[in-house]
């Protein structure tokens, strides 16, 4: 089965860095595109980045282009969400998720919500002013 538990959130001031960990089980992270998303308060969910498998490339949305950067870890099977210079509308509850067709490549328009599947539960974010 697969499973996706992100973690690693909490509270932190505004200028700041964070480091969530998305533990991925039930298959290989290298077979697959990994979606981080997120959902403020009252608001949609919002695609944050998408990385393909294999290298194969990673989006950022513009909101976090240059303050987050994704990685992952083959060995551990887990991809991580660095998040520097961290603003208050960054408070979110994060998740990482996989493209619902279990597809390694994440699409061009890639922040389709309705796209990913496998949510698993988020771990929240809040970043104080």
């Known amino acids: 089965e697969v499973q996706l538990q992100a973690f690693g959130g909490g509270l932190v001031q505004a200028g700041g860095s964070l480091r969530l960990s998305c533990a991925a089980s039930?298959?290989?992270?290298?077979?697959?595109?990994i979606g981080w998303f997120r959902q403020a308060p009252g608001k949609e969910r919002e695609g944050v980045s998408c990385?393909?498998?294999?290298?194969?490339?990673?989006y950022y949305a513009d909101s976090v282009k240059g303050r987050f950067t994704v990685s992952r870890d083959n060995a551990t099977n887990t991809v991580y969400l660095e998040m520097n210079n961290l603003k208050p509308e960054d408070t979110a509850v994060y998740y990482c998720?996989?493209?619902?067709?279990?597809?390694?490549?994440?699409?061009?328009?890639?922040?389709?919500?309705?796209?990913?599947?496998?949510w698993g539960q988020g771990t929240l974010v809040t970043v104080s002013s």
């Open positions: 998720s996989t493209r619902a067709n279990r597809s390694p490549r994440c699409k061009t328009k890639w922040t389709l919500v309705a796209d990913f599947a496998n």
């Open positions: 039930g298959f290989t992270i290298d077979d697959y595109a």
């Open positions: 990385s393909s498998a294999m290298d194969g490339g990673i």
